[in-house]
Each structure stands twice: as structure tokens, then as C-alpha cells.
């Protein structure tokens, strides 16, 4: 269970949200839908045009439905993205306090034998001239030890640094990826909804079509007429509300690619946070440390 979080926030790094193939597909489908719809109402309304117009304001009502499929694909896909994201957010801080224990608590042994020394050397400075001829070479070995745990942690500590910086910015972009989800999630159910709606205004006009060649033909043409405004008007909404979904991707897609960034960033410093190369110069201190008290207490 230890490794979940960490195997959720590795699978929230490496996945690359990328809209485009779907966002295209809605686009085109939604665009083409209400063109199609245009072009077809748009052919003179008599009766040899019957069959033409027919064709097209049915292959209007197949784009429909492909839009539909289009924009439940894209919001699924962004949900599963943003499900990711927040999903390695939950696993931040303990992956932070866990690289961050250790080098703190390098830190705390690195300080205190620092101070350790240092009384030690104070110590020294009070003793006699002729005394203390046998401290500066213990001294010297304490203080270097000492030097090169403080060079060997610093790394350490950078990137426990790092780590902090990068989590703040990998959830501001799960905060930032929200609201777009939202509207993602908003504008492609319009879009499976009004797609599901177009068949009603169209039925309509392609039924007053049939009575074209009835009599008396101009009022058989108006009541025609009267039916396209709103096969047109029902094949824009489909067209708006997929306009709206493709853009809301988009602006998902911009808080994935930066979750991606700081991700990247994150999971290059955690190696670095470690305090292994430390260890060895603290144990010489400590030894170091040792072997003075022992000669001071003689």
C-alpha cells in the first residue's frame, strides 16, 4: 500500500494529455454537421431537389452523431487527465516528507557536531600553550569532515528544495485544470444532447419536402421554407456548444502540459535528495569528535 501513492503520482508524470486527435474530430464533425445543414436548406425548394436535399440533411444528422461520439470522447479523455493529476497531488506530500526526513535529519547531526566542535575548540583555547600541541591535528580532521558533510548535504537540500517548489506548482495546475474540466465536461454533454435533438427540426423539414409537389405549390414551398431556420438553427447549437467543449480542452490541456513540467522537474530532484553522500564525512566527525573528547578528558 506504501507505493500506491507513489506508483499514482509516477503514472500522473508520465502521461501526456494530448486533445488534439479528438478535438479535431468534434471540430470537424460539428462544423461539417452544420455546413452540410446549410448547403442543403439552401438548394431551391423544388421537387427534383427533394432527393438531393434529403442526402444532405441526413448525412448532417450522421455528423451529428459522430460530433456526439467526438465530444464524449474528448471530455472522457480530460477527465481521466485531470483523475491523474489529482491523483499524484494527494501523493506529493508524502513523497516530499519522506526524501525530506532523512536530509533534515542529516542537517540536525551535521549542526550539532558543529557545535560539538566548536566547544570542543573552546575548550582547547583555554588550556595551556604546552597542552595544546596534541588538539590542531584532531581539530583539523573534525573540521574537514565536517566541510565535506556540508558540501555533501547542500545538494541534498537544493533538492528537497526543488521538490517543495515544483509540488506547489504541479497543484496549482490541478487547481488551474478544474474549472476548464468543467466546462469541458459542460459543453460536450450540450453537444450529445443537442446532437440528440437535431432529428426533430429535421424530420420536420424533410417532411414538409414530401408535400412539395402538392398543390397549391407556393404554400406547400412556404410551409417548407418555415421548417429551415430551425434545422439550421438546431445544427449551429450542435457546432456552438462543440466550439465551446474544444476550447475548454485546450486550456486543459495547458494546466497538463504545465502538471507535466514541474512533474518532470519533481521527480529529477528526488533522487538528489538523499543524504547517502553525506554519511561517510558524518561518521568521520563523529569519530573525529570522539577521539577529542577522549583527549580532553585526560
Known amino acids: 500500500m506504501i507505493l500506491l501513492p507513489v506508483l499514482l503520482a509516477l503514472n500522473a508524470a508520465a502521461a501526456k494529455y494530448d486533445p488534439s486527435a479528438d478535438r479535431a474530430a468534434l471540430r470537424s464533425a460539428a462544423t461539417s454537421c452544420h455546413a452540410t445543414m446549410v448547403d442543403a436548406t439552401?438548394?431551391?425548394?423544388?421537387?427534383?431537389?427533394?432527393?438531393?436535399?434529403?442526402?444532405?440533411v441526413d448525412e448532417s444528422l450522421r455528423l451529428a452523431r459522430t460530433a456526439a461520439g467526438a465530444a464524449a470522447a474528448l471530455d472522457a479523455a480530460a477527465v481521466?487527465?485531470?483523475?491523474?493529476?489529482?491523483?499524484?497531488?494527494?501523493?506529493?506530500?508524502?513523497?516530499?516528507?519522506?526524501?525530506a526526513g532523512p536530509v533534515a535529519a542529516a542537517r540536525k547531526r551535521t549542526d550539532a557536531y558543529a557545535a560539538e566542535l566548536a566547544k570542543d575548540?573552546?575548550?582547547?583555547?583555554?588550556?595551556?600553550?604546552?597542552?595544546?600541541?596534541?588538539?590542531?591535528?584532531?581539530?583539523?580532521?573534525?573540521?574537514?569532515?565536517?566541510?565535506?558533510?556540508?558540501?555533501?548535504?547542500?545538494?541534498?537540500?537544493?533538492?528537497?528544495?526543488?521538490?517543495?517548489?515544483?509540488?506547489?506548482?504541479?497543484?496549482?495546475?490541478?487547481?488551474?485544470?478544474?474549472?476548464?474540466?468543467?466546462?469541458?465536461?459542460?459543453?460536450?454533454?450540450?453537444t450529445v444532447?443537442?446532437?440528440?435533438?437535431?432529428?426533430?427540426?429535421?424530420?420536420?423539414?424533410?417532411?414538409?419536402?414530401?408535400?412539395?409537389?402538392?398543390?397549391?405549390?407556393?404554400?406547400?414551398?412556404?410551409?417548407?421554407?418555415q421548417k429551415i431556420e430551425p434545422a439550421r438553427?438546431?445544427?449551429?447549437?450542435?457546432?456552438q456548444a462543440a466550439d465551446r467543449a474544444c476550447n475548454r480542452a485546450d486550456d486543459v490541456r495547458r494546466a497538463s502540459s504545465a502538471y507535466d513540467d514541474a512533474a518532470s522537474a519533481f521527480e529529477e530532484a528526488l533522487p538528489k535528495a538523499t543524504p547517502a553522500p553525506a554519511a561517510p564525512f558524518l561518521d568521520a566527525a563523529q569519530k573525529a569528535l570522539e577521539q577529542l573528547r577522549e583527549l580532553l578528558k585526560k
Open 121 to 190: 575548540k573552546q575548550k582547547i583555547e583555554t588550556l595551556p600553550d604546552s597542552e595544546r600541541e596534541k588538539y590542531p591535528p584532531r581539530v583539523a580532521k573534525g573540521d574537514a569532515a565536517l566541510a565535506s558533510a556540508e558540501g555533501a548535504l547542500r545538494p541534498a537540500e537544493d533538492a528537497v528544495a526543488v521538490m517543495g517548489q515544483r509540488a506547489l506548482e504541479m497543484k496549482a495546475a490541478v487547481r488551474q485544470s478544474r474549472k476548464p474540466l468543467a466546462e469541458v465536461s459542460a459543453a460536450s454533454s450540450s
Open 193 to 225: 444532447t443537442l446532437a440528440g435533438e437535431l432529428p426533430a427540426p429535421a424530420s420536420e423539414f424533410k417532411n414538409r419536402l414530401a408535400e412539395l409537389g402538392q398543390e397549391p405549390r407556393e404554400v406547400s414551398r412556404t410551409r417548407a421554407q
Open 80 to 99: 481521466k487527465r485531470v483523475a491523474e493529476m489529482a491523483a499524484g497531488e494527494a501523493a506529493l506530500e508524502r513523497r516530499i516528507k519522506d526524501a
Open 42 to 56: 439552401g438548394l431551391p425548394l423544388e421537387t427534383d431537389k427533394v432527393p438531393a436535399i434529403m442526402k444532405g
Open 233 to 239: 438553427g438546431a445544427s449551429l447549437l450542435v457546432f
